[in-house]
């Protein structure tokens, strides 16, 4: 293989460029031409392709986002979008693709697959919702900003004593939840997993009062099936204890990658080159048990997630 492409697409996630870095820069190693093509699907649509050298991706492994910039591509989900980046593709030379996204993305990437190109997919979500590798690049960073934020909360949670309720992302995933409820201890959970109960939550947070807890903290994943505002009326009528909302939203998206972002993307993106190199089948590259794995496209997508229940229990025992 002679030339290959690199895009983003999706949610933007921290590790990303880290990435784009290591491809390109293995890749020129490996004696191979790296392409850039620029928001995704969109871009590849429209061909804002451009070749990248060396130091078109110098200063970059520290940054959030991603230089590629991303999108979201209805035009690419039919048919004709379909054929038509397949020309693209054609018309640039590019016999192998790296695709750094999630599930949606890395489902595009098997739909150009099976019209003939090898593509190699990356975990780049921050929602950490592919059951086939155990974490998704921008996942630690992003659970790391979550654990800032709720130790400054627990400050002011503490000294008004009040309950706090923290939404975070994660609309079919509550992993972001889950790993910072675990190690922010919050005295309560709730993801779109697992059924909650109201009752419940708000027994904790009286009885955790009546034990001197000064602080309440209960982080909800967007995705459950109650409105935030609509939970922290219930919680204060309930408890008759004063219920905050803090909304963290795109505060999770960014950000300089922690450590293990870095090592993820730099140890996938480099997988991705050698696999195009060999002219593999397509792959979905991920971690698993701390190693960097290669499953085949269709069978890594096809895999069904489950939430820790462990780790879920684990918080209910730790936050009594
Ligand atoms: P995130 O997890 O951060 O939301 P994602 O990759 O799952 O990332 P999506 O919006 O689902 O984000 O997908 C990004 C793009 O991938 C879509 O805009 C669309 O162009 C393409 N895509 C999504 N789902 C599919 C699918 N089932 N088949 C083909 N292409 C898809």
Do not use: W
Not at 54 to 61: A, K, M, Q, T
Not at 88 to 108: A, H, K, P, Q
Not at 111 to 139: H, Q
Not at 309 to 320: G, P, Q, W, Y
């Amino acid at each position: 293989m002679k030339r290959i492409g690199i895009l983003t697409s999706g949610g933007d996630s921290p590790g990303m460029n880290a990435a784009i870095r290591a491809a390109v820069r293995c890749g020129i190693e490996a004696g191979m031409e790296v392409y850039g093509i620029y928001r995704g699907y969109e871009g590849l649509l429209d061909g804002e392709i451009r070749q990248l050298n060396r130091s078109s991706v110098g200063d970059i492994l520290q940054r959030g986002g991603t230089m590629l910039k991303t999108a979201r591509s209805e035009r690419f989900r039919t048919e004709e979008g379909q054929e038509k980046a397949m020309q693209m593709l054609e018309t640039f030379g590019i016999e192998g693709l790296i695709i750094v996204g999630g599930d949606g993305s890395l489902r595009g990437g098997l739909d150009l697959s099976n019209r003939g190109i090898k593509v190699m997919g990356l975990p780049g979500t921050i929602d950490n919702d592919l059951a086939y590798t155990d974490y998704t690049i921008g996942f630690d960073t992003a659970v790391t900003t979550v654990l800032e934020a709720i130790s400054k909360i627990r400050d002011t949670s503490s000294s008004h004593e009040r309950t706090t309720i923290i939404e975070v992302m994660g609309r079919h995933c509550g992993d972001i939840a889950l790993y910072a409820g675990l190690t922010g201890g919050a005295e309560a959970v709730l993801v779109p997993e697992i059924e909650f109960n109201l009752n419940e939550v708000c027994q904790r947070i009286v009885i955790g009062a009546n034990r001197g807890k000064q602080h309440s903290l209960i982080i909800k994943a967007e995705g459950v099936d109650i409105s935030s505002q609509d939970l922290v009326e219930a919680i204060e009528r309930k408890t008759g204890r004063e219920t905050k909302l803090v909304v963290l939203s795109y505060l999770q998206r960014g950000g300089s990658p922690t450590l293990r972002d870095r090592l993820l993307a730099t140890q996938c993106a480099s997988k991705a080159v050698e696999l195009l190199h060999a002219d593999s089948e397509s792959k979905a590259i991920g971690t698993v048990n701390g190693q960097i794995t290669a499953l085949p496209l269709q069978e890594a997508i096809e895999q069904e997630r489950e939430v820790n229940r462990e780790m879920f229990n684990l918080i209910r025992v730790l936050s009594k």
